[in-house]
C-alpha cells in the first residue's frame, strides 16, 4: 500500500499531467522542515474542485464549500483544496464563503502564520514568499501581514499562536504578540469547542505550564465564555508567575503560589489529555463538581469528562479517608490498604491505577499526611495486584442464582447482594465458588430480615 506522502505525490502528479499546478502546503510542509512526523499531507492546487474531482477515480466531497476534496487512493485519503482567498469574514469566525483564485501566493497569503505558509513543489523546491523557513530555523511565530488584521478577521489564530509557541517551544514575534494583546477581547467570538479543542492540544503538548502562563499573561483566558469562579481562578492560579497585590494577599494564597510550580513541574510525565487534564485539576484541587462545571462550559466530549470527573471523585474520596482516620489516629497500613482496595473495585481498576500515577507526581509536595500518599505510591499498585475479581460478572453465581436458592423474587437487592459477595471474594479471600457463595448469601439474607 502507499502512505500518505507517496499518495501526495501521486495526486500532485496527476493534477500536473492534466495542466494543473498543485503543492504540498501548510502543516506537512511546515512538519517536515522541523524534522516532525507530518500527521496530515494536504494539497493545495489551482484546479477547481469539479476539476480535481473528474481527475480522480475516487473522490470525496468532504468540504466542497470551503474548495475541499478528498482523494483516495488505494484506500489512503489525501485532502487539496482548490487556491483560494477568504474575502468575507463575520463575527471574527472564519468566513463562511470563498473565492477561488488561480496563483499560489494569494492562497499563502490567507494563511494564519509564516511557518504555516509554505508551499513545497514535487521536487522538494519550497515556495516561500513570507519567510517560513526562516522563521522555523529561528524558532518564531510570526503572523502572514498585518497581524491586527489577522486575528481581527479570525480571533481562533490567537489560541493557535498560543499552542503553536507551547508545543514548538518558539517565541512570538513581538509585532504578532503586542497584536494579540490588542485584539484579546475578540476571542469572546469563538464557539467554546473550538476553545477547547484548541486548550487540550495544548495541554496535552511539549510545555503545559508555559502554554498556561502564556494564556495567563495575554489575558486570552479573560475572554473566553468560561464563566468567572472556581474553575477560571483555580487555573488561573496555576498559570500565576506573580504573587497577589499585598492587599490581596492572604497565607494561603501565598503558601499556594509558592507550592504551585512545584507540584506542576512534573505534570509532562504523564501522557494523554485526560490524565494531563486530570492532573492539572488534582494539582489545583479543584472538586470534581468544580472540574464538571468547567468542561461543561468548554463543551469537553462527554466521554472525557466523565473520565476526569471519576478520578477526580477517587482522588476526593482517598482525601477525604486519610483526612478524616489520620486527623484522629494513626491509619495502619492495612486499613489503608482494604479501603483504597474497597474503593478501587467500586470505581474500576483503570481509574485506580490512573490515580496512582496522578498521585506518584503530586505526592512530592508536603503536606501533613504526605507518609500516607506516599505510601499508597510505593504499594498501590501491588495492592491493586492482590485484587482477586473486578466484576460481578467474574463471580461464580448469577443473581437469577441467588434469588432461587434464597426462594425470593430477584430485585434491585440481588445487585446488592452480588456486590457484597464481589467484595468478600475479590478482598477478603473468600473462594469464588458458587455453593460457597450461595451459603454466604443465605448468611447475608438471613442478616437483613432481622428487625
Ligand atoms: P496541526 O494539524 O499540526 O494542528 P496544521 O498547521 O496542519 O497544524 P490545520 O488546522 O490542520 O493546522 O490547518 C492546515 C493549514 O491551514 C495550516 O497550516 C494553515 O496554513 C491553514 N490554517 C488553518 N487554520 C487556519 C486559520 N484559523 N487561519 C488561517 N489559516 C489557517
Ligand atoms: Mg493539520
Known sequence: ALDQEEVAHAVIARLEAEGHSAYLVGGCVRDKLMNRSVKDYDVTTSALPEQVIASFARTLPTGLQHGTVTVVIQGTPVEVTTFRTESKYEDHRRPASVTFVPELREDLQRRDFTINAIAMERSGRLIDPYGGRTDIERKVIRCVGDAHERFEEDALRMLRCLRFASNYMFSIEEGTWLALLDKAPLLRHIAMERVEAELTKMIAGTDPLRALRLLARSGLL?????????????????????????????????????????????????????????FLFAAVQLSPEEAAQGMMALVFPRRKSDRIVKLLEFKQVIDREINSIAGTSELSDEKLNMFFKKQALRYGKSNAQDWLAINALLVTFRGPYARLYVRLSDSGAQWLEEIALWDRTELAVTGAEIADALGREAGPWTAQMLDRLLAEAALQGTENDKSRLILLAQQYGKELEMP
Open 222 to 278: 479573560r475572554h473566553t465564555k468560561i464563566p468567572l469562579g472556581a474553575f477560571a481562578e483555580r487555573i488561573a492560579l496555576a498559570a500565576s508567575e506573580h504573587p497577589d497585590p499585598p492587599s490581596q494577599q492572604t497565607a494561603s494564597s501565598v503558601k499556594e503560589r509558592e507550592e504551585l510550580p512545584e507540584r506542576l513541574h512534573r505534570w509532562t510525565e504523564l501522557s494523554g489529555d485526560v490524565m494531563r487534564w486530570a
